[in-house]
């Protein structure tokens, strides 16, 4: 447990220090993009906060294989988790960073996306079997080209259903915490019953990204004083996919023992700790297709809009997702621990799709409300707005109240130019 708690400290240490270095470059080097008509916030704000990212992403990788349990695991691990990240990761910030910096063709970042999850395959780090009950039939282990192609579509599925969910300031990095911890609270759960070393590779991952979401989140929480980027959104995207890969254990028997429910977890937890974002994802597809658009065109109908269209705030639309997020994930994880019928999920769902709406409600929303008064039509009131004014010195009022430059009068123009002079009356004093 300490071993996770440091190289998670480490993560959030290195990635806080570097992003105000990331901040100066991006600024030099133009990385900061005039606002857009979608766009949430008002100011011009640099990105690539995802470099930021990917060093305390790195630094705590290597920190990990150091240590003397976990490192003992990665180093014993098939996939070579520690190299694969690693590399991986290089490639998808490599493309975000384009892509941020000079615009890149989505088909061509789609193509980015399918040659990094190529190298966690390449590097063993793939979805070995689909775990299923005995009653389904038993899990079904997979050969290495239907493993292949559904680990790549695994990982890209993820990468811009993180992407997706990026419109809010701190919204993406706190909601892949949230799921990183799920995921890291259900790998220590099966750690506890068997001993299997992909279960403790996969807490490590996650350990380090709850770190590099941590140390992110100060600069990134509104008001934002930089992005995360397309560069920040896909590495974690990246790194949230390849620690549900590796979280089902090796061997199917070992979670059929435990009770009912934790056989199909593999497959849920997946699903519930990235119902936010595959939902914003999937309904945005359907909604730009309808009307004829590319499904990567971008547009502003995301779940986050609309919490802002209906009157909240920026911070409490954050924050509503946030809690939706985190009651979703932990209850599929927390059910885990005793055998429960499978209608008991279908339970939480509903539950949890009655808390939001409930805090999405008008009604909930205080004095942003529709029935606040005018003070609430105003900007965000926990953020800037447009930026300030410059301010007016002395020199400013000297120059609106000089005379006009010396030059020929209306009327001497007029006479010069054979046209009928009109007399200008004398003005009062």
Known sequence: MREYLFMALISAAVTYLLVPLVRRFAIRIGAMPEVRARDVHTTPTPRLGGLAMYGGLVVGLLVASQLKHTGAALSESEGKAVTALIVAGGLITLTGFLDDWWGMDAFIKLGGQIAAAGVLVYFD??????????????????????????????????????????????????????????????????????????????????????????????????????????????????????????????????????NKVPVLLPLMLPAAVLVLPLIDLITAVVRRTSHGMSPFAPDRGHLHHRLLDIGHSHRRSVLIMYAWAFLFAFGMVAMSREGVPVLLFVVVIVLALAVLVLMAAPRWRGRGGAHSSPRSKQPDDDGPPTGPMPPITPETEVRRRMPPQEGPSSQERASAEGKPVIPAFPSRP
């Open 125 to 258: 780090l793939r979805l070995l079997y689909i775990p299923l009950p005995k009653d389904w039939g038993g899990s079904t282990s997979l050969d290495y080209t239907l493993s292949t192609i559904i680990t790549i579509l695994i990982v890209v599925v993820t990468i811009n259903a993180v992407n997706f969910v990026d419109g809010l300031d701190g919204l993406a990095a706190g909601i892949v915490c949230i799921a990183a911890m799920a995921t890291w609270a259900y790998s220590i759960l099966l750690a506890q019953s068997m001993s299997v070393g992909n279960i403790t590779t996969t807490a490590a991952i996650a350990a380090v990204l709850i770190g590099t979401c941590l140390g992110f989140l100060p600069h990134n929480f509104h008001p934002a004083k930089i992005f995360m980027g397309d560069t920040g959104a896909m590495l974690i995207g990246l790194v949230l996919a390849s620690s549900i890969v590796t979280v089902t254990p090796l061997d199917p028997a070992a979670i059929e023992d435990m």
